[in-house]
């Protein structure tokens, strides 16, 4: 057995991430989950929210963080596999644009009532551009978990 995952995320673009490491903490739908060496196969839906790939202490960098919306995650024998709908790493996020992803949505949300506007897709987008801004601020810990969000509808 082994000490350490070989996590690998994918998106349809390209291959974001592919590398071993002590600890992945994802947003699985039913709330965060961690997972460590030797855990048990299992497949689960990922939600929108923060992806953290966890080193062990000394080894080199503490925590890779990503904004991940969506996609599924595979645990078999270490080997995580992460089918991300779309990521990115916390360098990558582009924090002008995600400022006004989400200046965007609450203007929408601000016109609910109007026939034309789409309150959920507005939710989303909403919910996505937070997370990337969260992450790209380097302020991960404060995104609630899907259990104290009260707002998220199942």
Do not use: N
């Not at 309150?119 to 601020?137: K, Y």
């Amino acid at each position: 057995m082994s000490d350490e995952l070989h996590i690998k995320i994918l998106t349809a673009e390209k291959i974001l991430c592919d590398r071993k490491a002590a600890m992945v903490v994802a947003p699985a739908w039913e709330g965060e989950m961690g997972i460590l060496p030797e855990h048990i196969p299992f497949l689960c839906a990922l939600d929108t929210g923060v992806l953290r790939i966890k080193d062990e202490p000394g080894t080199g960098p503490k925590e890779e963080v990503y904004a991940i919306h969506g996609g599924f995650l595979r645990v078999y024998e270490d080997d995580i596999l992460i089918l991300a709908t779309a990521a990115e790493r916390r360098d990558a996020i582009d924090l002008e644009r995600a400022k006004k992803a989400k200046e965007r949505a609450e203007e929408r949300l601000q016109k609910r009532g109007r026939p034309e506007i789409d309150v959920e897709r507005a939710e989303a987008a909403l919910r996505r551009a937070f997370i990337r801004l969260q992450v790209a601020e380097g302020r991960w810990m404060e995104i609630p978990t899907a259990q104290e969000d009260s707002t998220r509808k199942v």
